[in-house]
């Protein structure tokens, strides 16, 4: 049986570093699941999550807070939520704006439309 091609210190950094990259892409994704909390809708774990990423059900949470950040500069993310409301898949998103305004935002995960967006009391 031949032997697998060995790879020099450059193309293990590389390999390694493209692991980590993707490793790190999940994060803003597992830190939606992990700091959800009750809400109306049936939430969504984190397994399950990442199926639907893979089966491109969900858009990238990246480009939701991207789009949350472009309507709403200088804000901080407080929260974020995944959860299935009627049949339909909705980040849940809390932020702090600029002028220290609670926002949440409702956006369907499939096409990143705003449902909602109002002021928290």
Same mark, same amino acid.
């Given at each position: 049986m031949p032997k697998p091609p060995r790879c020099s210190t450059t193309e293990r950094k590389v390999t390694t570093r493209a692991t980590t990259s993707r490793a790190l892409g999940l994060l803003p994704l597992l830190a939606c699941l992990l700091f959800s909390s009750a809400a109306s809708g049936r939430d969504i774990g984190p397994g399950?999550?990442? /199926? &639907?990423?893979?089966?491109?059900?969900?858009?990238?949470?990246?480009?939701?807070?991207?789009?949350?950040s472009e309507r709403y500069p200088d804000s901080r993310l407080l929260e974020v939520e995944l959860e299935e409301e009627k049949g339909r898949f909705i980040y849940e998103v809390e932020i702090l704006t600029?002028?220290?305004?609670?926002? /949440? &935002?409702e956006i369907d995960a499939g096409d990143g439309t705003i449902i909602k967006d109002e002021l928290e009391d």
């Open positions: 399950e999550a990442l /199926e &639907l990423r893979k089966k491109k059900a969900l858009m990238p949470l990246e480009t939701i807070l991207v789009s949350v600029h002028r220290q305004q609670i926002r /949440e &935002l």
